[in-house]
Every structure is written in structure tokens, then in C-alpha cells.
């Protein structure tokens, strides 16, 4: 996967020097970068729109062969070869609208504990145990990101596809769909497919939704831990990484084309 960075416009906003916490502007609103059209495509090709939703209906497709996740499968292959024909955020975001419908339309059928379903993706909040992990992974995983970014200097709310209004982080936004099938989403089905968290783990709120109960949240937060810092193999060289030295790696990276107008290429995992 790549980001092109091109050199008509110039980059260096993206670069936090002034450190201000008001998102960019003066009523606390950024930008989109100017080119986000290319960087938005070649990130959501190579994640949300490919690799994510393949990378698991694939894996889990092998242990237990469906007709349905090969079919998702297919969908979601035609779907990242349309971007190559979208020219405009909305239209970009449509594609990925339509990738993270099928991905999240056929992940139910990997999961493999009784008692535990899902059927869509809902927030906001989460509705049934499956979703309560993945928004918890979520946003672990970007406070992560946000963190990384402004070690390194970069402007958390300059995105490509996010846009951000009233303080949202648009460029962590982006640089967590990199991480979410690789780090969250295995997480969540292996805890579930595992029986390390079930049904009674949970606690429904008045809200309508559920959350991890106290106990449940101490035992997740140390597997969450050990997923985030277990090394494996860089997929370029074969060096030993984790997933928090990759990011660091990754957005330092990401730091060097937006200073030398280069071309970012975020590494793209298949664990």
C-alpha cells in the first residue's frame, strides 16, 4: 500500500510545530490535505476497503470454508478495484462505505462461540458484546496513534479522509485503519473463538448498549497488552518489530514524505 504525496502543494502544516490543541484553525476546525483524494484511495485500497475485510474473511474462510465469506470476499476485491476510478473524498468514502457493510455483514460468521452473534456494526454505544470489544480496541488503538503522531511532531487533526470538525483527530483516524484487522479485529475474534470472554462478561447499561464489566476489563487490558508488544517478523526485511515499534516506524516514515515530498508506504500486514 502507498500514500502518494505529490509535489504541487506544500506539506509542512501537516507538521505540529506550534503544538496548539484547537485542531488547526481558529474555531478549533482543520482541512483535509489538499491532495487527500490519492492518499485517502491508496489507504483505503490497501485496509479498509482490501486488505482488512480479506485479510480475515480469508483467514477464518480456510478453517471454516463458506461460500458467503468467499463471496465477501470477491465483493470486497471489486470494490478496491473501483477506487481507482473515484476522484473525490465522497466518493472515495462511498467505496469504503460499501467495503465495511460486506466485511462487517459477513464477520458474524466467524465467530465460533455459542451465545456470542454479530450482525452489524453499531456504536455509540456498542449493543452487543462483539461490538463492545471492537470500539474498546478501537480506542485503545488510537490514543496509541494520537500519541505516536505528536511525538513526532505531526498534527493529529491534518487527515486525508477524515475530516475533522469540533477537535476530531482526523489524521490519527486515518493512520488507525491500518491497525484495526491486524490488531483489533483477530484480537476480538480469538478472545471470543477462545472462550476467553463470553456473555456474562458484560453488563448492560441503561443506555441500551453493554460494557465490559470491571473484572472483565482487568483481564482484557493485559491481552490487549501482550497483542500490542509480541514481536513477529517486518513483512519488508524480516526484522523484529512489534506492533507499537511499527507504528512508531510507520509514522516516522510518514514524517519523511510529508517533509521530502516522497511516497508513504505504511506497512501492510496479512498475520
Not at 111 to 116: A, D, K, N, V, Y
Not at 224 to 230: C, H, K, P, S
Amino acid at each position: 500500500m502507498m500514500c502518494v504525496f505529490g509535489d504541487e502543494q506544500p506539506l509542512d502544516h501537516h507538521l505540529d510545530t506550534s503544538r496548539k490543541r484547537d485542531g488547526g484553525t481558529r474555531h478549533g476546525r482543520s482541512r483535509r490535505h489538499p491532495i487527500d483524494q490519492r492518499a485517502g484511495r491508496d489507504i483505503l485500497c490497501d485496509h479498509r476497503a482490501r486488505a482488512r475485510p480479506r485479510a480475515v474473511a480469508q483467514r477464518h474462510g480456510r478453517d471454516h470454508p463458506e461460500a458467503e465469506l468467499s463471496g465477501a470476499c470477491e465483493q470486497i476485491r471489486q470494490l478496491a478495484a473501483s477506487l481507482e476510478e473515484r476522484s473525490s473524498v465522497p466518493a472515495i468514502m462511498g467505496v469504503e462505505g460499501q467495503g465495511s457493510a460486506v466485511y462487517f455483514g459477513v464477520l458474524g460468521r466467524c465467530l465460533r462461540q455459542e451465545g456470542i452473534a454479530f450482525t452489524e456494526r453499531n456504536r455509540r454505544p456498542p449493543r452487543d458484546p462483539v461490538n463492545a470489544l471492537l470500539s474498546l480496541g478501537y480506542m485503545l488503538v488510537l490514543g496509541e496513534v494520537m500519541t505516536t503522531l505528536q511525538a513526532a511532531g505531526l498534527h493529529r487533526g491534518l487527515g486525508f479522509l477524515h475530516e475533522v470538525a469540533n477537535r476530531r483527530p482526523a489524521l490519527a483516524l486515518d493512520v488507525l485503519e491500518t491497525l484495526r484487522e491486524p490488531l483489533v479485529d483477530r484480537l476480538t475474534l480469538s478472545v471470543f473463538n477462545h472462550g476467553v470472554f463470553g456473555p456474562t462478561d458484560f453488563n448492560p447499561q441503561p443506555d441500551g448498549g453493554v460494557r465490559l464489566k470491571p473484572e472483565s476489563l482487568r483481564r482484557y487490558l493485559p491481552l490487549y497488552e501482550r497483542t500490542l508488544t509480541t514481536n513477529f517478523r517486518h513483512p519488508r526485511d524480516g526484522h523484529s518489530v512489534n506492533f507499537r515499534t511499527l507504528l512508531r516506524e510507520d509514522v516516522g516514515t510518514l514524517k519523511a514524505a510529508i517533509r521530502e515530498h516522497l511516497v508513504w508506504k505504511p506497512t501492510h500486514l496479512e498475520l
